[in-house]
């Protein structure tokens, strides 16, 4: 399983855009990139999942190098809600069975007034 | 999005006491489910893989008779810590897919375990 490299925490001011970017060198080649969002004392929550180049939801944006050795996530215009940690995972996606996801780190974002 | 539950939500015991946990797939059937735990300020720790209608498998350093994994139906898998003792108190996290098809892993709300 590909290992996972991220900042251990960012500071950011509500209204502006945070990026979090994610290290995994040993990416495999069907190795799906998914990042969640974990508020204290509950479950992570799917944020985003991305194979190549940029994927986009209703909430964040995934921006994925042609190498796939690292993947930046896009908050926009962050909320104070927004204040998490947020974890950044590779394993098997779609169609290649069920995954094990072994969560790194993560980033714990702290959003201020 | 599909939903797990977990309960109890949170519970505490006495030491040398046994703990259920368990964790339901409400509107989607899981062949497969995800054990975890989780220590203040910390990442999660996968521990077991829960196989419905098999044994489960384990991370290395788990003991898989401390911790008893059952998988009985395609909607709930339990977790049961045994002889609890105060350095199992944690926050323990069930994860489950949909299907093999899909990439995204639905996690259950959490339970914390206190062991007095």
């Known amino acids: 399983l590909a290992k996972t490299t991220q900042p251990i925490s960012m500071d950011s001011y509500e209204g502006q855009e945070v990026n979090i970017t994610c290290s995994h060198n040993n990416i495999a080649t069907n190795d799906y990139i998914t990042w969640y969002q974990q508020f204290p004392s509950q479950g992570p929550r799917f944020i985003i999942q991305?194979?190549?180049t940029k994927v986009t939801n209703e909430v964040a944006s995934l921006f994925i190098p042609a190498d796939r050795k690292s993947s930046t996530l896009s908050l926009p215009r962050v909320s104070l809600s927004d204040t998490a940690v947020y974890y950044c995972?590779?394993?098997?996606?779609?169609?290649?069975?069920?995954?094990?996801?072994?969560f790194g780190t993560g980033t714990r974002l702290l959003v201020s007034p | 999005g599909a939903v797990v539950s977990q309960h109890p939500s949170r519970v505490i015991c006495k030491s040398g006491t046994s703990v259920k946990i368990e964790c339901r797939s409400l509107?989607?059937?899981?062949?497969?489910m995800f054990w975890y735990r989780q220590f203040p300020k910390q990442s999660l720790m996968l521990m077991a893989t829960s196989n419905e209608g098999s044994k489960a498998t384990y991370e290395q350093g788990v003991e898989k008779d401390k911790f008893l994994i059952n998988h009985a139906s395609l909607t709930l898998s339990t977790l049961t810590v045994t002889s609890a003792h105060p350095e199992d108190s944690s926050f323990y996290i069930c994860?489950?897919?949909?299907?093999?098809?899909?990439?995204?892993?639905?996690f259950g709300e959490g339970s914390r375990l206190t062991v007095l």
């Open positions: 509107d989607f059937q899981a062949t497969t």
């Open positions: 994860s489950a897919q949909p299907g093999p098809n899909t990439g995204e892993l639905f």
């Open positions: 991305g194979y190549k």
């Open positions: 995972l590779v394993g098997a996606g779609m169609n290649t069975g069920f995954q094990k996801l072994v």
